[in-house]
């Protein structure tokens, strides 16, 4: 049964129709929420499953896709323009936390993030299974020439030009991480928006280009991904970033429904629904109404 029918269940049988009515009643009296994404695809569709979700159990929703990075994300959040949003747990722990400190496993990184969030009264929900982690790519005719393996195998072109998403010139995970960790000093930076890396490292541009793990393109075996035994690019799993003041207007549905999208969400599935927003050209809206009901 796909997790749109399981959300709305109750759909047969006089019970269920009269407990729906009373969720709609509620629902109704409530605030819209509004839920903002990010500047890329793998954002449009979380912010699309997020919010389909939500309105198949009568909640109120409007979605802003495409307000930016992080950093700005973040500001709008704060500024109360949108209710919340889908963040990156090593983001949200070291990026705008301004931290020094990369925490050392998937679960610190998470704890640390929640703190965060719980410090300037935001709540972040259940992490999902699945984590999108910032990484180096290259051809494989480059890596196979170079014998390159790993991020530090990188000192064996002398310089090289990066390709990464601009604000990744001055982030730790990004330049200054393959710099201090990994000594790569002639690393030069080209800005290149998150969506046309792949063409910027087809076309010659760029030597090695940021990919996210969960790419589409990914999978189609085109590309060598190089380990990061350092780990600057840290752990990325992705929870939904709630003002406190909107759970305790919408009610403790409302943050299971968000909780039960997340549980589903593995690398395979989101590499999947990638790929089929930027290599088959598909909706994200479309793309997520699929995967909520099964097909």
């Known amino acids: 049964m796909g997790l749109l029918l399981v959300l709305a269940l109750g759909a047969?049988?006089?019970?269920?129709?009269?407990?729906?009515?009373?969720?709609?009643?509620?629902?109704?009296?409530?605030?819209?929420?509004t839920i903002g994404t990010k500047n890329f695809t793998e954002q449009f569709i979380l912010g699309e499953l997020y919010?389909?979700?939500?309105?198949?159990?009568?909640?109120?929703?409007?979605?802003k896709h495409d307000i930016g990075p992080s950093e700005i994300i973040d500001r709008t959040l704060r500024a109360g323009r949108i209710d919340m949003y889908a963040?990156?747990?090593?983001?949200?722990?070291?990026?705008?936390?301004?931290?020094?400190?990369?925490?050392?496993?998937?679960?610190?990184?998470?704890?640390?993030?929640?703190?965060?969030?719980?410090g300037r009264g935001f709540v972040m929900l259940e992490p999902t299974p699945f984590s999108d982690v910032l990484a180096l790519a290259v051809t494989p005719q480059l890596a196979a020439r170079h014998r390159l393996a790993d991020v530090g195998d990188l000192r064996r072109?002398?310089?090289?030009?990066?390709?990464?998403?601009?604000?990744?010139?001055t982030r730790y995970q990004g330049l200054v991480g393959m710099r201090r960790a990994y000594g790569l000093t002639k690393a030069r930076f080209l800005p290149v928006q998150l969506g046309d890396q792949y063409e910027a490292l087809a076309g010659g541009r760029a030597d090695v280009v940021n990919v996210l793990t969960t790419d589409g393109?990914?999978?189609?075996?085109?590309?060598?991904?190089?380990?990061?035994?350092?780990?600057?690019?840290?752990?990325?799993?992705?929870?939904?970033?709630?003002?406190?003041?909107?759970?305790?207007?919408?009610?403790?549905?409302?943050?299971g429904t968000l909780n039960a999208v997340s549980a589903r969400l593995t690398n395979r599935i989101m590499q999947r629904m990638n790929g089929a927003v930027d290599l088959d050209k598909r909706r994200p809206a479309d793309v997520a109404r699929d995967?909520?009901?099964g097909r």
């Open 12 to 33: 047969c049988g006089s019970a269920g129709d009269n407990a729906d009515d009373r969720t709609a009643a509620r629902s109704s009296t409530r605030p819209v929420v």
């Open 217 to 255: 393109q990914l999978a189609r075996g085109r590309y060598v991904v190089l380990r990061d035994s350092k780990r600057i690019f840290g752990f990325q799993n992705v929870a939904p970033v709630v003002a406190e003041r909107v759970l305790k207007q919408q009610g403790s549905e409302f943050a």
């Open 157 to 169: 072109l002398g310089s090289f030009t990066f390709g990464g998403a601009p604000e990744n010139e």
């Open 291 to 293: 995967f909520l009901r």
């Open 51 to 63: 919010a389909q979700a939500l309105r198949a159990k009568g909640f109120r929703v409007r979605l």
């Open 87 to 118: 963040e990156y747990t090593g983001v949200a722990a070291v990026v705008l936390a301004q931290s020094r400190r990369q925490p050392p496993t998937a679960r610190a990184t998470y704890a640390a993030a929640r703190r965060f969030e719980a």
